[in-house]
């Protein structure tokens, strides 16, 4: 994303025939700026930017029930517990992380003070407010004007939904891995939108996370069976404990993050996100950055462990940034239930091909030449898997988060193991 | 006949093209000591991130 200067992103920027911002947003010129904003108008620059006296405010959504209502009531009052505002996703995982796996977001409020005060401060803080998606670029970019102080009604993708939804979604979606193809739903013109058309200012209390929230995108939405019947589609299919989620068989590697910390309170607060996970890119397409972070492409398929939750017996899963004292920083040693959640989670990469190096079969033969862990490809077939032995070398503090997870029990016993 | 058709199509999209043409920008055209003057000044913009010491704005 190409950053702004600043004097661009406050420009509100006229053209042809426009003469005033009434020409750009007709009805949101009729509120007047002073209404949302605060400040003083006419003034000079420091008294019409008084935040103490003339109560001032950069992002006046921030506080919706004052300033979006009562033209937009009703979605102010479920957005407010929507789960792009409460991220209650990340309530749930710490929850269980710290109190048990029978908890969820209801019980967040029961984790020590300095989870709830340290989630409230940090995390909450790119968590986000009407403006950061239908007006300008998103705190976690340092903001800005998308369109003149013009409020759309649709965000924009690559500066709303991607700039928050980089560092995965963002990279596959437009292929950016060294040696990816990017998503054939993006090289065919889809937009986030064509396939997410959950409410997002839905009220998403009753959602434990992200993957509970109703009417989210299913690919046999589209991609019917009976349109789609063939050999492979007809022995995976997915479904309800059996068969293979879709990404296991149309997904390219994806970013995996390892050992993400939180910031030192005490500390700069203010660019937490580059020194937190600041990350400098190498020949080999691995950012690392502060403490052990580190940011890295990989491929694993492993068991389904929600199979209430999600299709297939085995799923597409994707190492979380987490580590047992990620919440440090913050005063808060270690999680005390750590091991109740895998910490290589379900995974719906962004980057779908037909053709993927799992389904080639480019030269003739059957696509499980390039997946099933026998005969001649055996050894770089297997390493598609998660298995228990990589995680006790590479993962030795996960290895019972993950005993759900990896596939030792679950595959063919003739199969071959890294 | 071709060439006919041919030329009224290009004068008719030329005629399109320069009604729907938005021209040039129009800044610098407001009183500065508006929340609209200034902020639709591309020029005074860059005169104050150039002199504040503030911390910039982010537009949100």
Partial sequence: ?418 | MKKKIKLIVIVLFSLLWIACDPGHDTVDIGDPSTCEGCHTSESTLKLYAEGSEAEHSGGG
Wanted: aromatic residues 10%.
């Fill in chain 1, 1 to 418: 994303m190409v950053p702004l200067e600043p004097w661009q992103k406050i420009f509100i920027k006229l053209v042809g025939r426009q003469t005033s911002y009434a020409d750009i947003d007709e009805t949101h010129a009729l509120i007047g700026c002073t209404t949302c904003h605060g400040g003083k108008e006419p003034a000079d620059f420091a008294t019409a930017h008084d935040a103490e006296n003339f109560g001032f405010v950069r992002d006046p959504s921030a506080n919706a029930e004052a300033n979006c209502n009562p033209c937009h009531s009703e979605i102010v009052a479920t957005n407010s517990n929507s789960m792009h505002s409460k991220l209650w996703g990340m309530q749930t995982t710490i929850a269980q992380r710290e109190l048990g796996a029978d908890k969820d977001l209801n019980d967040f409020d029961q984790c020590p003070a300095e989870l709830t005060e340290g989630f409230d401060r940090e995390c909450m803080s790119c968590h986000t407010t009407c403006g950061q998606c239908h007006v300008s670029r998103p705190n976690s970019v340092d903001g800005g004007f998308i369109e003149s102080h013009k409020f759309k009604k649709t965000p924009d993708q690559t500066n709303n939904c991607l700039a928050c939804h980089g560092s995965r979604i963002a990279t596959d979606f437009e292929g950016h891995l060294v040696g990816n193809q990017p998503d054939v739903h993006s090289t065919m013109y889809m937009k986030c939108w064509d396939c997410h058309q959950e409410d997002m200012h839905a009220d998403a209390s009753g959602s434990a996370t992200r993957y509970h929230l109703p009417d989210l995108p299913n690919c046999k939405d589209c991609h019917d069976y009976f349109f789609t019947h063939n050999t492979y589609h007809q022995t995976h299919w997915p479904d309800e404990g059996e068969g293979l989620a879709c990404f296991v068989c149309h997904s390219q590697p994806y970013n995996n993050c390892n050992s993400c910390h939180t910031k030192d309170p005490s500390g700069d607060l203010s660019q937490w996100w580059q020194t937190g996970y600041g990350e400098s890119a190498t020949e080999t397409d691995v950012h690392t950055g502060a403490g052990d972070y580190k940011e890295y492409p990989d491929f694993k398929i492993g068991y389904n462990y929600d199979q209430d939750l999600h299709d297939g017996e085995f799923i597409v899963v994707r190492h979380a940034p987490i580590a047992r004292d990620s919440y440090s920083p913050w005063g808060h040693d270690q999680l005390a239930n750590y091991d109740v959640r895998p910490t290589w989670e379900y995974s719906s990469p962004h980057n779908i091909q037909r053709f993927t190096a799992q389904t080639d079969t480019t030269g003739g033969g059957y696509c499980f030449k390039n997946c099933h862990a026998v005969g001649d490809s055996a050894q770089v077939n297997s390493e598609r898997y998660l298995w228990q032995r990589e995680v006790n070398e590479d993962y030795p503090d996960e290895i019972e988060a993950n005993k759900s997870v990896v596939v030792d029990d679950e595959l063919p016993s003739y199969w071959q193991k890294p």
